[in-house]
Nanobody, 113 residues
Framework: QVQLVESGGGLVQFGGSLNLSCVASRTIFTAYPMGWYRQAPGKQRELVASVTYGQPTYADFVKGRFSISRDTAVNTVDLQMNNLKPEDTAVYYC????????WGQGTQVTVST
Protein backbone atom coordinates (compact mmCIF):
# COMPACT_ATOMS: atom_id res chain seq x y z
CA GLN A 1 0.00 0.00 0.00
CA VAL A 2 1.05 3.55 -0.74
CA GLN A 3 -0.44 6.62 0.86
CA LEU A 4 -0.12 9.90 -0.99
CA VAL A 5 -0.47 13.24 0.78
CA GLU A 6 -0.79 16.49 -1.16
CA SER A 7 -0.18 20.03 -0.03
CA GLY A 8 0.09 23.48 -1.53
CA GLY A 9 -3.35 24.24 -2.92
CA GLY A 10 -5.18 27.47 -2.27
CA LEU A 11 -6.61 30.64 -3.73
CA VAL A 12 -4.59 32.65 -6.22
CA GLN A 13 -5.30 35.48 -8.62
CA PHE A 14 -5.31 35.18 -12.39
CA GLY A 15 -1.71 35.01 -13.60
CA GLY A 16 -0.38 33.88 -10.23
CA SER A 17 1.59 30.81 -9.24
CA LEU A 18 1.25 27.87 -6.89
CA ASN A 19 3.37 24.86 -6.13
CA LEU A 20 1.72 21.56 -5.28
CA SER A 21 3.65 18.85 -3.49
CA CYS A 22 2.86 15.17 -2.98
CA VAL A 23 4.75 12.80 -0.69
CA ALA A 24 4.43 9.02 -0.78
CA SER A 25 4.50 6.89 2.34
CA ARG A 26 7.12 4.49 0.99
CA THR A 27 9.66 4.06 -1.77
CA ILE A 28 8.33 4.78 -5.22
CA PHE A 29 9.91 3.51 -8.41
CA THR A 30 10.80 5.64 -11.38
CA ALA A 31 9.55 2.95 -13.74
CA TYR A 32 6.00 3.67 -12.65
CA PRO A 33 4.21 6.89 -13.57
CA MET A 34 3.60 9.45 -10.88
CA GLY A 35 1.96 12.82 -11.32
CA TRP A 36 -1.19 14.86 -11.16
CA TYR A 37 -4.79 14.74 -12.33
CA ARG A 38 -7.42 17.38 -11.78
CA GLN A 39 -11.18 17.46 -11.63
CA ALA A 40 -13.31 20.56 -12.02
CA PRO A 41 -16.96 20.66 -10.90
CA GLY A 42 -19.17 18.77 -13.32
CA LYS A 43 -16.23 17.52 -15.36
CA GLN A 44 -14.29 14.30 -15.64
CA ARG A 45 -10.93 13.84 -13.99
CA GLU A 46 -8.16 14.67 -16.46
CA LEU A 47 -4.43 14.08 -16.56
CA VAL A 48 -2.35 17.22 -16.03
CA ALA A 49 1.23 15.97 -15.92
CA SER A 50 3.19 12.85 -15.12
CA VAL A 51 6.78 11.68 -14.96
CA THR A 52 8.20 8.22 -15.71
CA TYR A 53 11.90 7.38 -15.71
CA GLY A 54 12.50 11.07 -15.23
CA GLN A 55 10.65 12.01 -18.41
CA PRO A 56 7.76 14.42 -18.00
CA THR A 57 4.62 14.57 -20.07
CA TYR A 58 2.06 17.35 -20.01
CA ALA A 59 -1.48 17.91 -21.12
CA ASP A 60 -1.63 20.44 -23.93
CA PHE A 61 -3.60 22.87 -21.80
CA VAL A 62 -0.70 23.28 -19.31
CA LYS A 63 2.34 23.11 -21.60
CA GLY A 64 4.61 26.07 -21.07
CA ARG A 65 2.91 26.99 -17.78
CA PHE A 66 3.29 23.96 -15.48
CA SER A 67 6.40 22.03 -14.58
CA ILE A 68 6.54 18.65 -12.86
CA SER A 69 9.48 17.36 -10.89
CA ARG A 70 10.08 14.15 -8.99
CA ASP A 71 12.56 13.46 -6.20
CA THR A 72 12.94 9.74 -5.61
CA ALA A 73 15.24 10.32 -2.63
CA VAL A 74 12.32 11.69 -0.61
CA ASN A 75 9.46 10.11 -2.57
CA THR A 76 7.89 13.35 -3.72
CA VAL A 77 6.45 14.81 -6.87
CA ASP A 78 5.89 18.54 -7.23
CA LEU A 79 3.84 20.55 -9.68
CA GLN A 80 4.90 24.14 -10.21
CA MET A 81 1.98 26.03 -11.74
CA ASN A 82 2.61 29.43 -13.30
CA ASN A 83 0.40 31.87 -15.19
CA LEU A 84 -2.69 30.33 -13.66
CA LYS A 85 -6.06 30.88 -15.30
CA PRO A 86 -9.61 30.61 -13.91
CA GLU A 87 -10.09 27.44 -15.98
CA ASP A 88 -7.32 25.82 -13.91
CA THR A 89 -9.68 25.88 -10.92
CA ALA A 90 -10.14 22.27 -9.80
CA VAL A 91 -9.28 19.71 -7.19
CA TYR A 92 -5.82 18.39 -7.98
CA TYR A 93 -5.03 14.77 -7.21
CA CYS A 94 -1.64 13.18 -6.92
CA UNK A 95 -1.42 9.65 -8.32
CA UNK A 96 1.02 6.79 -8.54
CA UNK A 97 0.40 3.91 -10.93
CA UNK A 98 2.17 0.71 -9.85
CA UNK A 99 0.34 -2.63 -9.57
CA UNK A 100 -2.75 -0.46 -9.16
CA UNK A 101 -3.38 3.25 -9.15
CA UNK A 102 -3.05 5.10 -5.87
CA TRP A 103 -4.66 8.49 -5.24
CA GLY A 104 -4.11 11.28 -2.82
CA GLN A 105 -7.01 12.97 -1.07
CA GLY A 106 -6.91 15.99 -3.38
CA THR A 107 -6.10 19.64 -2.88
CA GLN A 108 -8.26 22.54 -4.04
CA VAL A 109 -6.83 25.13 -6.41
CA THR A 110 -8.97 28.19 -7.06
CA VAL A 111 -7.96 30.90 -9.52
CA SER A 112 -9.87 34.15 -9.27
CA THR A 113 -10.36 36.68 -12.06
Amino acid sequence: QVQLVESGGGLVQFGGSLNLSCVASRTIFTAYPMGWYRQAPGKQRELVASVTYGQPTYADFVKGRFSISRDTAVNTVDLQMNNLKPEDTAVYYCYYRANRIYWGQGTQVTVST
